[in-house]
């Protein structure tokens, strides 16, 4: 049968009587749209439940998936341990899901479970559904570090599982909206929060899917939101498909968002094949940036990508510009993938005979050896977004008041541990950020008495 219907849902444990004594009539509304698309999945009687959490499991570069034959869980932890849940899971659907991301090396499945426990993100769901329909067993899924692509490519593995098994499914995309949209909330006020609301409650309305791939990671972090991930999953799941929408409800009066809007599949779209019409762009604009990157650049890109093809270190070109071939300093090549640190290594003074074999070797580093993140998969490379920043000699400063975050990195040493940050970075925006960052890179505690040196760099992108 495929996919009957998906919901996007948020999950305040002070939504449940028995946990809100009261407090929860401030969201009135939302409780009633609640109410509304329970009994929506009642009528519907899917055979099985995926809940995608933003507080189930979670990896920076794996999904998991709860194994075992099911899984209980509470309240408790909110005072209400009388609320409890004792749930099957659909164990052969869950198993296609897994085989199909076996099959192409898809970085999901059921190793790493450290908590059995039904998490609230999964339990407030289903204590709407719970109450209106008692049948069908649930696949918990929980969200990742990955990309947002990352994400969304898992829904659509998973339209292909519930296709291929024959499942009656409802998808349950399980996430609050904004933290921070008053002062008086519990996470305060960030400017950020009401654009983030206001964008997605437009997406979702429109049923845009591909315009939640093109969310900022910035405007996501600033904002402090929950489900965006456990959203981008459920559009996935939707892949290729027409959809009918319909948004219930989008509140804020607790200074945290929730939202709720349904998503009814109506047949098959081909122009809604939103991954790889995002991808086709995003690769059409980095083919445009490769071709307008300096010589630095270009060397480094070549680099890795030689060495990740063919595990090549390439020779240094003969058409290189002077000063890359006379001069020696450090480097640092830095790699990014649609907005996110994909790779950074570099070195602080020069270790090669001049900055091209600097590049060379430091760009390999970067896609291959940066202990952060998995090598670069060849598929990855139309996707880099790659800048070189080649070193100014460093120069020992008195004290923070000869910083600035924009102009200067900073290098800071306490024996023969070092940590550095380069300049003008996205989100560091303060001298004692930039210090403290450094300090952790180096392992050097905050209290630890420490040398500081500045350098300037040239960035080259």
Known sequence: MGILAAFMVPHPPMIVPEIGKGSEECVRETINSYEKVADEIAELKPETIIITSPHSVMYSDYFHISPRKGAKGSFANFRAPQVSFQEDYDEELRDKICDLCEEIDFPAGLLGEHNPELDHGTMVPLWFIRNKYK??????IGLSGLGLVEHYALGELIQKAVEETGRKVVFIASGDLSHKLQENGPYGFAKEGPIYDSKIMDVAGRAAFGEMLEFSEDLCDKAAECGHRSFV??????????????????????????????????????????????????????????KNSDAYV?????????????????????????????????????????????????????????????????????????????????EELPFLEINVDVLGDPEDISGPEKLDVRRYGVIVSS???????????????????QISIARQKGGISPDEKVKLQRFEVVRHV
């Open 135 to 140: 049948e069908g067993r649930i696949i918990r």
């Open 298 to 378: 270009q060397l480094a890109r070549k680099s890795l990508e030689s060495y990740i093809l063919n595990r090549q270190v390439i020779s240094v070109p003969d058409d290189l510009p002077s000063e890359m071939l006379s001069k020696q300093a450090g480097a640092f090549v830095s790699i990014h993938k649609a907005g996110r640190l994909r790779g950074c290594i570099g070195t602080i003074l020069p270790t090669t005979e001049n900055v091209a074999v600097e590049i060379i070797n430091n760009a390999i580093s970067a896609s291959t050896r940066d202990p952060r993140f998995d090598p670069i998969r060849p």
């Open 415 to 433: 024996g023969n541990r070092r940590g550095l940050l380069l300049p003008d970075l996205d989100g560091v925006d303060t001298v004692e950020q």
């Open 233 to 290: 999953i459920m559009a996935g799941a939707l892949n290729g498909l027409k959809v009918e929408v319909k948004v219930y409800s989008h509140q804020d009066v607790t200074g945290v968002g929730y939202g709720i809007a349904s998503f009814y599949p109506k047949g098959k779209d081909v122009s809604r094949n939103f991954r790889e019409s995002y991808l086709s762009k995003l690769r059409d604009e980095l083919s445009e940036i490769s």
